[in-house]
């Protein structure tokens, strides 16, 4: 389960209490946490993968589109039941959800931007593009600099509109513990993707182990990077303090964040966007340790709820721990300013709001009605 899904559930969940039903359309193939943790919440899960075959070569297009067609039904379908479309897009994509469409007022929310999408860029994309620029009523991006990129691709100033992801804070509640004098375990949560940053993260750790022997990290995730990343620990020596959770159940992160101090990311991934797992650090009141990529600066307040540093910087990365674990009345003000930023941009109920204030706006102004 991706931060995608991760993001999806939680608004669900949180347009629930609002008042808002939702059904979430998606391909559950290798997602079944997704339906799982859906139907724990009451929140209607549409298996579009439901009797499909994917083929090959000449009858694989041919197979592909039937499958286009039939989901653009089986989601028309679905749409005549509910007020507002709302496509989740990594990129451009969504097209059967833009021609189910027709009838009902269209929202889009991107979960990447176009300049890391441009390589994968073909015909059903334009398309795409073309269909979003002339139908939806509003477009979403979680920040202001990927909202100006967009429009800089045309799509007008009046249809775009920047609401920040979100995490559930019945879900992320309470406080993380403080740590004792010397002490600081570090958080990373992330999938195990060349980019990600765990190398990284790893050589600052042994540049810091030997003076700082009570520093510890927690990594969660999985990943084909995963026996790499194992082997990095063993030949750094940090097999005793480095350890590696693997994969955990998006129900039980939240007591996994709160064993830590810190959350981590140093990603210099190509295409990273808005990532979660800051936000739920924050949630419990961890200060963040981030890169000055993509949306990261934007939840980071550099030297007030944390600590941004440059992509691949081992050193300076290295120097934001050790100032965590130094200068503990930083820390202290850092855990108490993460908690009222996230609290005041980033908690699902806010961002739920947001959403349905978007919705309202969509349909007033749908341009199919």
């Known amino acids: 389960m991706t931060g995608v899904e991760t993001f999806i559930l939680q608004l669900c969940v949180a347009q629930k209490r609002l008042g808002i039903r939702s059904t979430i359309a998606i391909d559950l193939r290798s997602r079944e946490e997704v339906g799982r943790i859906a139907n724990e919440n009451g929140i209607a899960v549409f298996d579009l993968a439901e009797g499909e075959t994917l083929a090959r070569g000449r009858q694989g297009k041919l197979t592909k589109l039937l499958t ?10 679905l749409q005549r039941l509910h007020d507002v479309m709302h496509i989740h897009a990594v990129g451009i994509a969504g097209l059967e959800g833009f021609l189910a469409s027709w009838s009902s007022p269209l929202i889009v929310t991107h979960h990447a931007t176009l300049s890391w999408y441009s390589k994968y860029w073909n015909v059903v994309s334009s398309i795409t593009f073309w269909l ?13 600099t990927a909202a100006e990129e967009m429009i800089g691709r045309g799509i007008s100033r009046s249809q775009m509109t920047v609401i920040p992801f979100c995490v559930d804070e019945a879900a992320f509640e309470g406080v993380a513990r403080k740590p004792l004098p010397g002490q600081l375990t570090l958080i990373m949560s992330a999938r195990m993707f060349g980019g990600k940053g765990h190398m990284e993260l790893l050589g600052a750790m042994g540049q810091l182990h030997s003076q700082y022997p009570m520093l510890r990290a927690i990594l969660i995730g999985d990943g084909p990077t995963r026996p790499e990343i194992e082997a990095e620990i063993l030949r750094l020596d940090l097999s005793e303090v480095v350890e590696c959770r693997g994969r955990v159940d998006h129900r039980h992160v939240p007591a996994v964040m709160r064993s830590g101090h810190v959350v981590v990311l140093p990603s210099y991934m190509e295409g990273e966007m808005f990532p979660l797992c800051l936000l739920e650090g924050m949630a419990l009141g961890l200060p963040a340790i981030g890169t000055r990529i993509a949306g990261i600066p934007d939840i980071i307040a550099d030297g007030e709820t944390g600590i941004l540093v440059e992509p691949r910087d081992l050193t300076g990365l290295a120097r934001a721990i050790e100032k965590f674990i130094v200068d ?32 309202k706006l969509a349909q007033m102004g749908s341009k199919r009605i």
């Open 68 to 77: 286009r067609l039939r989901r653009v039904r089986a989601i028309g379908k």
């Open 132 to 144: 979003e620029r002339r139908y939806a009523d509003r477009v979403v991006f979680p920040y202001s």
């Open 328 to 359: 503990t009345d930083f820390l202290e003000r850092a855990r108490m300013s993460a908690q009222v930023r996230f609290r005041s941009r980033y908690g699902a109920g806010a961002v739920a709001r947001a959403y349905a204030e978007a919705y």
